[in-house]
């Protein structure tokens, strides 16, 4: 039986958080169509009776969900510097049909390659545990010291879908209250 879902809409500016962070934004490259969060970009959304980020794109490049660190960052401004160094990692529960990379980004960077860690794409609920030690690849090395926001980037779409798509159900960082 099939059981067709109705359009989560999401708020422009949130009266939801999730573990403490309430920007959770949708991103995408100028050819990758959004699908969710329908209208702006903020991607929390209330599901049955649960805080969640969550998004859905038709991608060409990427489609991310970001958010910055220090939930006192002003809407629509840089995210602020946050001291990561005594963190040693981050826990995610999330649900993905594609692998996620997980960016976490120095402050006042935009573009290029950033230290970053990949989730496995995965049907159910699932959390992961991810070092910083584990993060890589990025143009400079980690500086915990001057990090200012986490991206989950999708880059492609699912084999069995036309689409990706991202729900995220906790976001913990180890030695850090938001």
Same mark, same amino acid.
């Given at each position: ?5 109705? *359009? ?5 500016? &949130?009266?939801?958080? !999730? ?15 959004? !699908?969710? $969060? ?22 060409? &490049?990427?489609?991310?969900? &970001?958010? #910055?660190?220090?939930?006192?960052? #002003? ?23 594609? *692998? ?14 950033? #230290?970053?860690?990949? !989730? *496995?794409? +995965?049907?159910?609920?699932?959390? +992961? ?11 400079? $090395? !980690? ?15 699912? $084999? &069995?879908? $036309? ?16």
């Amino acid at each position: 039986m099939l059981v067709k879902a109705s *359009p989560l809409l999401a708020q422009t500016t &949130s009266l939801l958080v !999730l573990d403490g962070f309430s920007q959770w934004l949708s991103g995408h490259d100028e050819q990758t169509q959004q !699908l969710q $969060p329908m209208q702006g970009r903020q991607a929390l959304v209330r599901k049955r009776g649960r805080v969640e980020a969550y998004v859905k794109f038709k991608v060409k &490049s990427y489609g991310e969900l &970001s958010f #910055p660190i220090d939930p006192r960052t #002003p809407w629509g401004e840089e995210a602020r510097k946050v001291d990561l160094s005594q963190s040693r990692w981050v826990r995610i529960r999330y649900r993905a049909n594609v *692998p996620v990379v997980v960016q976490l980004r120095q402050t006042g960077t935009h573009g290029g390659v950033h #230290p970053h860690s990949t !989730l *496995p794409a +995965c049907s159910r609920y699932r959390t +992961c545990t991810l070092y910083f030690s584990a993060f890589t690849g990025g143009e400079t $090395p !980690l500086d915990l010291t001057n990090v200012a926001k986490f991206n989950l980037a999708l880059l492609t779409n699912a $084999p &069995s879908d $036309p689409y990706a798509e991202l729900s995220v159900r906790s976001f913990e960082i180890d030695r850090y209250t938001p």
